[in-house]
């Protein structure tokens, strides 16, 4: 109920700022639609196809999460555990890959047994095929596409951009840059190379480990972005604000941070204040928001000024978008 009423004050600013012409954004512009792992509520995430789709749905950016191969490929992953979003665990070949996890700082993943892109080679990756990995979504096109390299990724924004006649951005995450270092993959170089020559759209490149950012800067073009979450209810950032405006251009909070069971937090316009754009995660058609359904929890984000929207369903939040920057 508390959330509900902290929506309801940030409607009512939402209101307040429909009858201008301007976005409450940092730049005055309509906020970005992030494809958050392509139209992952629609296809089986980080595939070619998810991201198709996203682009065809009018997402603005795709985003891909980056992880390393046995070969030091980058391939588009979210987990460097595969047996969630893959049929690795239905592969006899790969039975004794199995084992427990090797990185200490994966707090997520201490104790997991599982299968681990790092034990891969990208031939090997290549044989696999994607799975749905949320529960309650269509499973229908499981076991059909490839998993996709970085390379791939680009290149497919960049046809969709010429084919859609508009830019189409990409928003690569670097998914445990400590870790992949540690076993002699970093991300600077590769990420890095992978990215020259790309012209398509604009370049976010995010991550929840500040050092990684803290290296790329003044080495890109690309916006940096630190990903930032609650610790507890009620928290602030675990990364100060201040602290992330030294290297950052913008702040991918989690959507609490904005609008918590407290209320409308501090964080946004504290966030502008200081110059970084923000772009909240993760909205979702399917799972529970609180209490709200996902276009009314979009409209309230959006109308309050954040600058862009990760969404496993692009086509929902370019319609609430849309909708709202309509003079009718
Ligand atoms: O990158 C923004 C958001 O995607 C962070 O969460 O876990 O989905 O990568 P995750
Ligand atoms: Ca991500």
């Known amino acids: 109920m508390r959330w509900m009423m902290a929506a309801l004050a940030l409607a009512g600013c939402a209101e307040m700022q429909k009858a201008s012409p301007q976005w409450a954004t940092l730049s005055g512009g309509p906020p970005i639609i992030i494809a958050h792992r392509g139209a992952s509520g629609y296809l089986p995430e980080h595939t070619l196809e998810a991201y198709a789709l996203a682009i065809d749905q009018g997402a603005d950016v795709i985003e891909p999460d980056l992880v390393f191969t046995k070969d030091g490929v980058l391939i588009v992953r979210h987990d460097r555990y595969l047996s969630g979003s893959t049929d690795v665990a239905d592969r006899a070949e790969f039975a004794d890959r199995k084992r427990s996890n090797n990185d200490p700082q994966d707090a997520e993943n201490v104790g997991r047994v599982d299968w681990w ?72 170089a590769p990420l890095l190379a992978a990215l020259e020559g790309f012209e398509a759209g604009p370049v976010f490149i995010q991550s929840f480990e500040p050092e990684i950012l803290k290296r790329l800067k003044g080495k890109t073009t690309a916006m940096l972005v630190q990903l930032v979450y609650q610790y507890e209810p009620g928290a602030g950032p675990n990364i100060p604000l201040d602290q992330i405006a030294a290297y950052a251009d913008a702040v991918g909070p989690s959507k609490n941070l904005i609008l918590d069971d407290g209320g409308a937090t501090e964080f946004l316009a504290a966030a502008h204040r200081l110059g970084l754009s923000v772009h909240p995660w993760t909205f979702r058609d399917d799972l529970p928001n609180l209490g709200m359904a996902a276009r009314e929890e979009l409209a309230i984000f959006i109308n309050a000024g954040v600058d862009g929207v990760f969404t496993d369903f692009p086509d929902t939040a370019v319609a609430v978008r849309d909708a709202l920057g309509s003079p009718n």
């Not at 990756?125 to 998993?147: C, S, V």
């Not at 010429?162 to 840059?177: C, D, M």
Request: proline share 8%.
């Open 117 to 188: 892109v790092e034990d891969f080679t990208l031939a090997e990756i290549k044989t696999l095929r994607a799975r749905q990995p949320f529960p309650g979504r269509l499973k229908e096109h499981d076991d059909r596409f490839e998993i996709p390299t970085f390379s791939e990724t680009l290149a497919l924004a960049a046809a969709k951009a010429v084919q859609a006649g508009r830019p189409v951005g990409v928003y690569p995450e670097t998914k445990h840059p400590t870790f992949f270092a540690s076993i002699g993959d970093d991300f600077e």
